[in-house]
């Protein structure tokens, strides 16, 4: 019997029932003794107690959410919000693990490289029997277009590389996977340690260990140098597909971290064989690109024709030496599942070593022993087939139908599926904050290398890698993808003596672009700020008339059978029933004890505009701001960010909402929320034309929308009068300056002159008119040295001159004129027409419209 | 044989096309059968980063863009090509499809280069997938003991006597198994019926993009540009090589085929392709003339 514990009772209480189980384990030794590396922290986290962990790990967490850290695809849907957990607990590797791992992981990319270079080459591994051709030749990561015969200079690089790696129940490390497009988990593991570093100060500054900052420099030294002496200041973008990828936030964070511009596919064109990124001031010529596109998507001319993330001419670009590629198009073959199976003879012939980190037991099933192997013991094996990447089969978690057809096509298609052997991990310590106890988990380690940068240059088998010392861990079962796992961690790689603190603020990594946020913004860009500008405002606008609406629900009788105000309020916010609707639903309502048909009505209507269903609901417009603000995350200050983070939150709540006096109180926070929004981005932006564009989005809606709301609370409503003018003033935050300043009961002159003409008042139309002429007066003009205006400066005299000429008399008496009424009618609808067009024109004259390229010759084809 | 070849591709945008990045298969290649000289390539409007390379297969692509606003792309080659008769096999023609097929097979480690380099030609492509229907059509053919080379000449007589060249009948897009069902098709279409067909009976074959020299009516001149574009079939002989088969014209090319280049399908050897901004739809002429040097029409002198 072994002992049930170790010998300390307070490590005891933290362990719970953690220990108990075979197989090898991190933490402890056979013993049941914390491993030597593991002992300073222990006593650490011993000494802090389970009580002040837990606060520790939510600190963590909040840390975690506030700076909006995620790997979710549709966090714009509102209702697929999820984020992961950073366990407080690290894993920890012991100098010696580390050496071997750091060795291994050396050989392994220097391995990778020169196949590459081989299959993209000569191809002696394939002529020479090492490689069957079938393997190579169906992975959609070969691409034939990077394959040219004879193969000239250019062959894709190898220049950043992860891999996946677990430590197995019998204690030995396997890998996983390799990722060599465009490896994901840097960032990631950047701001978990920053985080972390956060939450649980004492521990981290005092541990041996190695420090990662020093990696991503080395990193960007490295992506300079691939521009060589042909510039002096290599232009570096960050290439991602947009933030409804997974791993946007990881892009958005890295490019604002290295000091890259962070672009689409649409900000790119390749013009007289340069790759330019398109911007207010023109094309600005590209170096480097850092991808994280796959490679069949690159380019519709010479790869996948449907592709409209890609680049028309990237390639040709990349062949002629104009633009770097990391990795280069063409390096995604390396991630075949079945190279597993082949890669120890590999490097017995290529560079004539033993092959150190043994992968996990792979088959490939094209070969008909493997296959039969595969097919006599199907439940035995996880398959993976090449054409559907990240999709795992296991015979015993499928339909009968499935497996059924799961074999047909192993039958006709062997050669893309790899059938791989189930893996026992090894047992991992984390840190559960429920039970305030340790837990066991099997853990993956992603781990990066880097080609060193003076070794660009040199011929491939002379190249030699630096190996990141810390990675991103994720919890999971072996092979269970990062962005499905729900607990991540830091890594800890232990040195043997304490390391100097690097610091992992932002630091100047590399020349700063002096120019940045000028003309140099890309035209999308500024398209997405203006619009974060323009949904930002309507939903301030939409909360704050929805407040106020339900605000008059509340004081409404709820017997009374006509609700005086509120189908002006319902008309306000769109969602008035017409006529036959409104019969038609009264009817279905029938009868309440409590409540009048039409109260139940207006009140249903009011709380669905809060559910992510609604088409005009506060959710859904939110949804618009925040994908236009993720596409410009590199743009907003960190605290901006956090108060979208915030924002969201609330949104996501806001659908579980049921009660008026809930929804009431969230709106407010919302309003208050936006307002700080919108203050931090006047407060941090720099004040050049991205900020402008943003300004100039949230006041045209502005305008349009008080337009809008004078126009029904003076004309068109059907209850006019005083209730309905003070929401207005409510609505546009007015109440108070009212009655400050006339201290009487409201009157339509009044509320028009503050409104409308007081240009001292930044919700009045003539203030918002003259700020709007300022900010298009200073955009960067499109037409060269021309006396005219443009049609956004002639669109803003026509109405601020609609407004200035105005005969104040002719509207007075509004209450009693119909002449008067009608003369209001024309100026408001004078004054709505210029704005609304005026949208239209910014969009023309600045933004790029990028029409999706066409082929000449259409190569889909049905089977 | 002697032959003046010009090739002229022209599309027409329904409306202007502001950039366009190109990328032509139609140099023809040499070939220890096959010289070509004084080849021009005239490409209207004028193209941008004019470049040549030899893809994976060895045919010669150009890629260029065009950056002034256009409404169309015309790209004209002419060059002068001699051809001589293609090696004959008849050494060879005791290899049964067996045998061949089992040399193609996933299964072989080790073995000739040229086999190996071979098996890229089994596996299915953009425009040809394998399928049961293909194996069944070709399996009248294919019959136990049969030599690889009878078997391929009766199935490309086949699809010559059953099926009917029609150009309405397909386009690009139409799928091997209706070509198959309606028994209709150009060339191009039973080409790669023919490919799906070897392929699916575990045999490598690939797609070659060429012209062939079609004679006048008796009596008359040639009209200009009333040759084509044409394709055909090539099949791996294990241990000799690629042997063509025409299945458009049931034969076996002769002098009169030239070879533009080759791949696993239509896909690799498009003659033109591009992607354009702007452009609206367009419209697509082809005129070829493959004019015999020794017998030149009167209107020779015109190019």
């Not at chain 1, 985080?195 to 080395?218: E, H």
């Not at chain 1, 003309?519 to 106020?548: H, N, Q, T």
């Not at chain 2, 792309?73 to 045998?99: I, K």
Request: glycine share 6%.
């Amino acid at each position: 019997m072994q002992p049930s514990g170790t010998n300390d009772p307070a490590l005891n209480d933290l362990l719970g029932d953690y220990p108990g189980h075979c197989g090898h384990d991190e933490l402890l030794s056979p013993d049941r003794q914390p491993r030597a590396h593991w002992q300073a922290l222990v006593a650490e986290f011993v000494a802090m107690g389970a009580d002040t962990l837990v606060a520790r790990s939510e600190e963590a967490q909040s840390l975690l959410h506030e700076n909006g850290v995620t790997f979710n695809p549709y966090e714009d849907d509102p209702g697929q919000l999820r984020s992961w957990r950073l366990d407080c607990l690290p894993c920890v590797i012991s100098t010696d693990d580390w050496l071997y791992l750091e060795a291994g992981l050396r050989q392994r990319s220097r391995l990778l490289a020169l196949l590459l270079d081989d299959l993209y080459g000569e191809r002696n591994v394939i002529n020479e029997g090492l490689l069957p051709p079938e393997l190579v030749y169906t992975h959609p990561g070969f691409l034939f277009s990077a394959a040219d015969s004879p193969s000239q200079m250019h062959r894709p690089l190898l220049i950043f590389h992860g891999t996946d790696v677990i430590r197995d129940s019998q204690g030995q490390w396997q890998v996983l996977a390799d990722w060599t497009q465009s490896p994901a988990g840097v960032g990631y593991a950047l701001e978990n340690r920053i985080t972390l570093s956060r939450a649980l100060p004492g521990v981290y500054r005092d541990a041996p260990i190695k420090r990662l900052a020093s990696f991503l420099q080395a990193q960007h030294r490295c992506l300079a140098s691939l521009a060589g002496n042909q510039r002096q200041e290599p232009n570096i973008v960050l290439w991602t597909p947009g933030p409804g990828s997974p791993g946007y936030f990881e892009h958005a964070w890295l490019a604002n971290y290295m000091n890259f511009q962070l672009v689409e596919g649409d900000d790119l064109v390749v013009r007289d064989g340069q790759v330019a990124v398109r911007t207010l001031g023109g094309l600005h010529q590209v170096d480097v690109i850092m991808r994280q596109i796959n490679d069949p998507w690159c380019d519709p001319l010479e790869l996948r024709p449907d592709s409209l993330l890609g680049v028309p001419g990237l390639m040709q670009a990349a062949r002629s030496g104009h633009v770097h590629i990391v990795n280069a198009l063409g390096a995604g073959v390396l991630e075949h599942p079945a190279l597993a199976a082949f890669l120890p003879n590999l490097c017995q012939r290529l560079l004539g070593e033993t092959l150190m980190l043994r992968g996990r037991d792979a088959l490939w099933c094209g070969d008909p022993k493997a296959l039969d192997q595969v097919r006599e013991s199907m439940d035995e094996w996880v398959l993976r087939d090449i054409t559907r990447p990240g999709k795992a089969f296991r015979v015993d978690q499928m339909s009968l139908d499935a497996v059924q057809t799961l074999r047909l096509d192993l039958q006709t298609r062997p050669h893309l599926f790899t059938a791989q052997k189930p893996l026992q991990a090894a047992v991992t310590p984390g840190f559960n904050p429920s039970s305030k106890t340790f837990e066991r988990q099997s853990t993956t380690l992603r781990l990066f290398s880097l080609i060193e940068a003076d070794d660009i240059s040199k011929p491939v088998s002379d190249h030699v890698f630096r190996i990141m010392p810390g990675g991103l861990a994720w919890v999971g079962e072996p092979g269970a993808a990062l962005m499905k796992s729900r607990v991540v961690k830091d890594i800890w790689v232990l040195a043997d003596a304490p390391q100097p603190h690097v610091s992992m603020l932002r630091q100047a990594l590399g020349p700063i672009l002096v120019t940045r946020d000028g003309k140099d913004l890309p035209c999308r860009v500024a398209e997405s700020l203006f619009w974060m500008g323009r949904y930002g405002e309507r939903l301030d606008i939409r909360a704050r008339l929805l407040r106020e609406a339900l605000g008059r629900l509340l004081q409404e009788s709820p017997q009374e059978a006509v609700v005086t105000l509120l189908p002006d309020l319902l008309t306000a916010l769109g969602v008035a029933p017409d006529e036959e609707e409104l019969a038609e639903e009264l009817a279905a309502i029938g009868e309440h004890p409590r409540f009048s048909a039409e109260y139940l009505l207006a009140r249903d209507r009011l709380l669905h505009l809060l559910s992510d269903r609604a088409p005009n609901g506060l959710p859904m417009t939110f949804s618009h701001f925040v994908r236009n603000s993720r596409a410009v995350r590199d743009h907003l200050g960190d605290d901006a960010w956090r108060s979208v983070g915030s924002i969201r939150q609330r949104c996501n709540n806001i659908a579980r909402t049921k009660g008026v006096v809930a929804g009431q109180r969230l709106l407010e926070a919302i309003v208050i929320d936006l307002a700080a929004f919108f203050g931090l981005c006047n407060e941090t932006m720099p004040h050049h034309y991205g900020w402008r564009f943003l300004d100039i989005g949230r006041f045209i809606e502005r305008v349009l929308g008080t337009l809008q709301l004078l126009k029904l609370a003076l004309l068109t409503a059907n209850q006019p009068g005083i209730p309905l003018w003070e929401v207005v003033l409510a609505t546009t935050d007015n109440f108070t300056v009212y009655r400050r300043r006339y201290r009487s009961q409201l009157h339509p002159s009044a509320i028009l002159d503050l409104l409308l003409f007081d240009e001292t008042n930044p919700r009045s139309v003539g203030y918002m008119l003259k700020r709007l002429g300022r900010q298009v007066a200073r955009l960067p003009s499109t037409a060269e040295n021309t006396s005219y205006r443009n049609l956004e400066n002639r669109l803003i005299i026509q109405a601020t001159s609609t407004l200035h000429l105005v005969d104040i008399d002719s509207l007075v008496d509004l209450e009693h004129s119909e002449e008067a009424r009608d003369t209001l009618m024309a100026l408001l609808d004078d004054l709505i027409e210029p704005m609304a067009e005026l949208s239209n024109a910014v969009s023309h004259s600045h933004f790029s419209h990028v029409e999706a390229p066409r082929q000449l010759v259409n190569m889909e084809v049905g089977p | 044989m002697r032959y003046t070849l010009r090739h002229l591709t022209r599309y027409e945008y329904s409306g202007p096309a502001t950039l366009s990045h190109n990328e032509a298969r139609i140099l023809p290649r040499q070939l220890p059968w096959q010289l070509c000289s004084d080849t021009q390539l005239i490409i209207n409007p004028g193209p941008i980063g004019l470049s040549e390379r030899r893809d994976f297969f060895g045919n010669r692509v150009t890629y260029f863009a065009v950056e002034a606003v256009h409404n169309s792309l015309e790209v004209v080659v002419t060059s002068s090509v001699e051809t001589w008769p293609r090696p004959a096999q008849d050494f060879f023609s005791g290899t049964g499809w067996e045998e061949a097929a089992a040399e193609m097979s996933c299964a072989v480690r080790t073995g000739n280069r040229d086999s190996i380099e071979a098996r890229l030609f089994v596996l299915d492509s953009p425009f040809i997938m394998r399928q049961p229907a293909l194996k069944e059509y070709a399996q009248t053919n294919f019959t136990p003991g049969v030599y690889l080379h009878d078997a391929v000449l009766a199935l490309n007589k086949r699809i010559f006597d059953e099926f009917t060249y029609d150009e309405d009948s397909t386009t690009l897009a139409t799928p091997l198994r209706e070509v198959l069902e309606t028994r209709r098709g150009v060339c191009q279409d039973f080409a790669h019926l023919l490919i799906g067909c070897l392929r699916s009976m575990g045999l490598a074959a690939r797609y070659i993009s060429g012209y062939m020299e079609t004679s006048p009516p008796p009596g008359q001149h040639k009209l200009l540009g009333a040759d084509a574009t044409h394709a055909w079939v090539a099949v791996f002989i294990p241990g000799w090589g690629w042997q063509e088969v025409d299945p458009t014209n049931g034969c076996v090319p002769d002098e009169r085929y030239i070879v533009l280049g080759w791949g696993r399908d239509f896909a690799d050897v498009t003659p033109l392709k591009g992607v354009m901004t702007g452009g609206g739809d367009h419209k697509l002429t082809v005129a070829v003339d493959v004019i015999p040097a020794p017998d030149l029409p009167d209107e020779r002198q015109l190019f």
